[in-house]
């Protein structure tokens, strides 16, 4: 049990970080998607090298360096959460945060639903009820767009998928290490559109200069929240897992709303109302589970 709370905990402070990238990514605003993502890769993978230097943790590197499998499952996750950070960067520099919150409204049934039919993991009655409502909430919102929210569906798709590859491997993947090969993955690619960017003249970051100190906090902003994922993934079920991942929609939500004021039609309001709803049952039901358990062990 105290593993399971330590992923809550863990998941919960991932979310709370991943709310409020908005605040960030709005700062690099002049650059490109695919050139923030570039560096976010190349900031993240140098900020984990220097920490698995501090803590000494090359031998996990190692160690995991030697099963093919998990190696081509953890280049896999980097490709996916690469998608996923380009989709969400293009929705917040193009003035649809609300959009890209839109992708992790849904990307909690994404991985609900596949912790259901890969896993094979189950939800109780109340939790079928939290999963419909979300579902209805989704789909009250993409309605209200008027058009299909690609940026929303990339961004749940590519994420969901990234959490099941975590999911299956992470058992015996440390955070630090699986995020190190996950970023070296894909590293050599964005240094390579780096590089050309530079030749070709279109480059927009001079990373002597003020705004390339802000880009390159991307690194420790971008691995910070990744690692307490990971570290909560291992921890807790995906059906859990699924559940949580609202914190981040509804606090980007509200800023897209009271901070970058998008508009927030009745039809959004109501499936925000929804998505609350169905948290508070999936919470609730949670609860019960746990004092039941807790009743039957005294």
């Given at each position: 049990m105290c593993l399971v709370r330590a992923g809550i905990l863990y998941s919960v402070a991932a979310y709370l970080v991943w709310s409020l990238f908005?605040?960030?990514?709005?700062?690099?605003?002049?650059?490109?998607?695919?050139?923030?993502?570039?560096?976010?890769?190349?900031?993240?993978?140098?900020?984990?090298?220097i920490v698995l230097s501090v803590t000494n943790g090359w031998r996990?590197?190692?160690?995991?360096?030697?099963?093919?499998?998990?190696?081509?499952?953890?280049?896999?996750?980097?490709?996916?959460?690469?998608?996923?950070?380009?989709?969400?960067?293009?929705?917040?520099?193009?003035?649809?945060?609300?959009?890209a919150a839109l992708g992790y409204f849904?990307?909690?049934?994404?991985?609900?639903?596949?912790g259901v039919l890969v896993l094979r993991e189950t939800m109780s009655r109340i939790q079928w009820v939290a999963f419909g409502l979300g579902a209805t909430a989704c789909t009250i919102l993409a309605i209200g767009y008027g058009?299909?929210?690609?940026?929303a569906f990339a961004v749940a798709g590519s994420f969901g998928a990234y959490g099941l590859v975590k999911k299956r491997v992470g058992a015996?993947?440390?955070?630090?290490?699986?995020?190190?090969?996950e970023t070296a993955a894909?590293?050599?690619?964005?240094?390579?559109?780096?590089?050309?960017?530079s030749i070709s003249g279109g480059?927009?970051?001079?990373?002597?200069?003020?705004?390339?100190?802000?880009?390159?906090?991307?690194?420790?902003?971008?691995?910070?929240?990744l690692l307490l994922f990971a570290a909560g993934a291992r921890r807790i079920r995906l059906v859990t897992l699924g559940m949580i991942q609202y914190i981040a929609p509804i606090g980007q939500f509200l800023l897209g709303w009271l901070v970058f004021n998008e508009p927030m039609p009745a039809e959004r309001w109501?499936?925000?109302?929804?998505?609350?709803?169905?948290?508070g049952l999936f919470v609730g039901s949670a609860v019960w589970q746990y004092r039941v358990r807790q009743a039957a062990m005294s």
């Open positions: 908005p605040l960030y990514f709005i700062l690099l605003a002049r650059s490109g998607a695919l050139e923030i993502i570039a560096y976010r890769v190349i900031w993240s993978l140098a900020f984990c090298l996990d590197i190692r160690r995991l360096l030697s099963s093919r499998r998990t190696t081509l499952a953890l280049a896999a996750a980097g490709v996916l959460v690469s998608i996923n950070w380009t989709a969400y960067v293009t929705g917040v520099n193009s003035g649809r945060i609300l959009d849904i990307n909690p049934l994404v991985a609900a639903a596949l058009k299909v929210p690609w940026i015996h993947v440390p955070a630090l290490a699986g995020l190190t090969m894909v590293a050599p690619f964005m240094l390579a559109y780096l590089l050309w960017l480059s927009t970051v001079n990373v002597a200069s003020p705004y390339g100190l802000v880009v390159l906090l991307a690194g420790p902003i971008t691995a910070i929240p109501a499936g925000f109302v929804l998505v609350w709803v169905a948290v």
